[in-house]
């Protein structure tokens, strides 16, 4: 199939609304809250019902056209519903769906085309495992693979961290906001300090200097470390942490602390991955190869599938070491090669490096003239925009404004942090400079409406 270029995958009218939410938004809204549990989030801050999706567009079901600009949080990064990747998870879908772990074509042809994009040091040396669905149980693999290989239990992981919410990975997780004592988490979690430039009156180096450091004493202080680590989870860019980007020095001192004291290096691409960032990977942004990486979100392209690649040295499990039943979801990998061959046909890494940098340096020129844009930050299109009150003081109900009045005028935007006061941006890879243009003013108008 010829791959449609990025400015033939969209509404071409979007952003076109009316007044949203519309009458029909309102009622399935309504039969939702009715039906469904009340764990459902984002239809209480953005009260709509989506019919269909194309590219960086969404259309609700009483005809308003949005620019999305989360992509199912990362999920979509050739857009919604792109045709090369549907047309081949459709096809095998009426051929093979599931087949546990026995071989199929789409499943090693996924395996072989995921060596080609591994981060360098595993290039060549790597295997790769299918479990659960999700990111989260992708998390799971990789503490499972952690324990196995050292023989240990200790996890130690970083403040303002989100690695998921089975309970394995929320135990990773910082967020405290869900954590009561009932929930089953497991013991022997420890978080250390990441680095966070912009709340913290230091230089990159000391940020640096003091991460490390409570690392190091964690993994081998006589008086203060586990007595038993099994490894360190990071994230390379932390996302609902606010798309928080550490300084130079940071991954690659884990990296060597990791080697130091003999524990593997846990690197989370869940969202991170598959050219979010504008490079396949975020750890390869630091020219740093993790011991073993979890993926998901966009590695299904709409689908769910998840993976966990990890050196082959660590590769000791025996058969059945580590199952799932859809294990062996074929469509989501057909979709999943396609997804790639996609993003190296149009080369959107180099897109999303440069229209990533188009986008901070309009919201830069804002945060220049305005006291409540306190930051600006984010590689390639994981971006986020920090809001603060009059005070410098994060300022979560300015986020909850701006959020609204954007929706209010075709633009889909999320929120992060640990206040709820970043706007996250992560529209998929294929959204046009045009399309991000008309976003981000709208944006822009939101934030100086919101505070004038």
């Known amino acids: 199939m010829y ?3 990025i400015e033939d995958l969209h509404f071409d009218e979007a952003p076109a609304v009316d007044s949203p939410p519309g009458p029909k938004s309102r009622r399935l809204v309504r039969k939702q809250q009715d039906i469904e549990s009340s764990a459902a989030l984002y239809p209480t801050d953005i009260p709509i019902a989506f019919e269909a999706g194309r590219g960086a567009t969404l259309k609700d079901v009483d005809g ?3 620019l999305d600009f989360f992509a199912g949080i990362g999920v979509l990064n050739v857009g919604h519903a792109n045709p090369y990747v549907t047309e081949a998870a459709t096809e095998q879908l009426e051929t093979l769906p599931h087949s546990l772990d026995f071989p199929t074509e ?3 042809e996924l395996i072989e085309t995921l060596d080609e994009i591994a981060p360098p040091g595993l290039r060549g040396n790597n295997r790769v495992n299918f479990g659960g669905p999700t990111g989260s149980d992708a998390v799971e693999a990789t503490i499972k693979l952690a324990k196995y290989n050292t023989g240990n239990d200790g996890l130690i992981a970083f403040r303002g961290s989100f690695h998921g919410e089975t309970s394995g990975a ?11 004592p009932y929930t089953p988490l497991l013991p022997e979690v420890q978080h250390a ?3 966070y430039p912009f709340r913290e009156d230091r230089s990159d180096d000391e940020l640096v200097e003091l991460a490390l450091e409570e690392v190091k004493e964690l993994l081998g202080d006589r008086y203060g470390a586990m007595s038993n680590p099994a490894g360190v989870w990071v ?3 932390q996302g609902e942490g606010g798309t928080v980007v550490p300084p130079n020095g940071f991954l690659q001192g884990l990296r060597d602390l990791c080697d130091d004291y003999d524990v593997p290096l846990i690197v989370d691409e869940v969202q991170t991955g598959m050219g979010r960032t504008g490079e396949w990977w975020g750890s390869n942004h630091y020219d740093v190869t993790p011991d073993i990486m979890p993926m998901a979100k966009a590695l299904g392209s709409g689908l769910p599938l998840s993976g966990t690649m990890y050196s082959e040295e660590l590769d000791t499990w025996e058969p059945g070491g580590h199952t799932g039943t859809f ?3 074929n469509p989501a990998m057909r979709a999943s090669v396609r997804s790639i061959e996609y993003i190296r046909h149009h080369d959107l890494l180099e897109h999303a490096t440069k229209l990533g940098a188009r986008i901070r340096d309009h919201l830069r020129e804002l945060e220049a003239t305005s006291p409540h844009v306190g930051e600006v930050r984010g590689k390639g299109l994981f971006i986020g925009v920090e809001l603060v009150d009059e005070d410098g003081k994060p300022a979560p109900e300015l986020l909850a404004d701006v959020r609204t009045t954007c929706y209010e005028n075709g633009v889909l935007v999320w929120a992060g942090g640990r206040d709820d006061n970043v706007v996250r941006l992560l529209p998929p890879l294929v959204m046009t400079e045009e399309q991000a243009d008309t976003g981000i003013s709208i944006l822009i108008d939101a934030i100086e409406t919101s505070t004038s």
């Open 3 to 5: 791959l449609p270029q």
């Open 64 to 66: 308003n056209l949005y």
């Open 106 to 108: 789409p499943r090693l």
């Open 170 to 180: 929320f135990s990773l997780t910082a967020d405290t906001k869900y954590k009561k």
């Open 193 to 195: 300090r990441y680095p």
């Open 235 to 237: 994230e390379p860019i």
């Open 327 to 329: 294990r062996g979801f």
